[in-house]
């Protein structure tokens, strides 16, 4: 997800890297910036991005860095 906010990315072809859709992870990036923007009491709960693959729903924290989204993600496709 990180490599996803890094200056002058390009989303679409990460998100083909990843084997997902790019609208997909554009939606995951805006949802990220937006909460990013919102006020996170002290002590709350790191935020969590939710994922869809197919029926599969995979909740992560939005700072799992980028291997290991990979693996889950090759993890899940592959059951």
């Not at 939710?50 to 700072?63: C, K, P, T």
């Amino acid at each position: 997800m990180r490599a996803a906010l890094e200056p002058g990315v390009n989303v679409s072809a990460l998100a083909r890297r990843l084997g997902i859709s790019p609208p997909q992870l554009f939606g995951w990036r805006k949802a990220f910036l937006h909460r990013q923007n919102e006020e996170v009491p002290a002590g709350s709960p790191a935020s969590m991005v939710e994922i869809a693959v197919g029926e599969v729903v995979i909740r992560v924290s939005s700072d799992l860095e980028e291997a290991a989204l990979r693996r889950i993600l090759g993890a899940v496709r592959s059951a």
